[in-house]
């Protein structure tokens, strides 16, 4: 309460001079909830010309959530840090968030008009989500579609095959090599879709893969198409997929997501949003029974709780 007084009285009587002194530590946690509403908008004013870096401010008024997951964060794009985080070092099962990387790798390794030819193996893997057929000749990015649209199991496979056979090199490997390369070191995968529970990340390397990912565009291109007509090479065979995340029209600002679901893992999500002023902020849940509400309320907190 002492601390909160002396803010209180320094702003009170020297607005300015109060925030150009906090301005130089952007990341100094400063509770304005005792501050009137005529010092606070001049503060806002102050610092959104001096320093931009100074927003969001967090409103200690809205009390802190509780959120039914394992793991869970919101994290600011542009400003580099955490608005809320719970559990983001836990080394958790992620199920088809997997997928984010199988598609990285798919692109970083072939060229996306190649055909592949679906396999009876690509098939039978994982179960046939994605309604492809057995010696269906398709290209790369149409496969795409279906893995992060659909979260296709047997589009995953098909994909890592094709990459096997063009490179020479086990797909694994390299899903492997590359979180390596990107300091995700609690990252390990054991197949291409995440069907495995040996799948396994935390929330916050999830956060340094999704911004790696922005280096490929085709793949948030994908993440936020609703729904799809696309064919066979030869036109014959035709599928029509939906995108299973479904806050995609139901929060506004939505930029994409992927969504995972196994027993162990339960219910996963990652979601990007655009907030005000251009500003792109990343939501994870993992281990939630309600990834969607989760997410939602999630984000609709972080709205509230901040100044922006």
């Not at 870096?53 to 919101?74: D, Q, V, Y």
């Not at 085709?218 to 936020?224: A, D, E, G, S």
């Not at 979601?271 to 002023?277: A, D, K």
């Amino acid at each position: 309460m002492l601390t909160k007084f002396l803010i209180t009285i320094s702003v009170i009587f020297n607005p300015l001079s109060f925030v150009v002194g906090h301005l130089s530590n952007s990341e100094t946690p400063i509770d304005f909830s005792e501050i009137s509403t005529g010092n606070y908008a001049s503060i806002l004013a102050i610092s959104s010309h001096t320093n931009p870096n100074f927003l969001p401010i967090r409103n200690w008024n809205i009390a802190e959530p509780e959120f039914e997951t394992k793991a869970a964060l919101i994290f600011d794009k542009e400003k580099n840090k955490f608005l809320y985080q719970k559990n983001i070092d836990y080394v958790l099962p992620i199920a088809s968030l997997t997928k984010l990387m199988t598609a990285l790798i798919t692109l970083e390794n072939i060229d996306i008009n190649e055909i592949v030819i679906v396999s009876k193996q690509a098939i039978a893997g994982y179960g046939d989500i994605g309604d492809l057929a057995v010696k269906e000749e398709i290209s790369v990015g149409n496969l795409l579609h279906a893995l992060l649209m659909e979260s296709s199991n047997d589009a995953a496979i098909a994909l890592a095959e094709a990459v096997q056979q063009n490179q020479n090199k086990n797909f694994i490997n390299l899903m492997n090599q590359k979180a390596q390369e990107l300091g995700l070191k609690n990252t390990f995968y054991t197949d291409p879709s995440g069907y495995e529970p040996t799948n396994v990340s935390t929330a916050e390397e999830i956060v340094k893969l999704i911004e790696y990912s922005f280096s490929q565009p085709f793949i948030w291109q994908v993440l936020k198409t609703l729904n799809i007509s696309l064919s066979s090479a030869d036109g014959q065979i035709h599928h029509y997929w939906v995108n299973t995340d479904k806050l995609l029209n139901r929060m506004p600002g939505v930029l994409g997501g992927k969504t995972g679901y196994t027993e162990e893992a339960q219910g996963c999500l990652f979601l990007v949003i655009e907030q005000t002023n251009s500003e792109y902020l990343i939501s994870v849940v993992l281990g939630a029974q309600e990834k969607f509400l989760e997410t939602e309320r999630l984000i609709n907190w972080v709205k509230k709780a901040y100044i922006w």
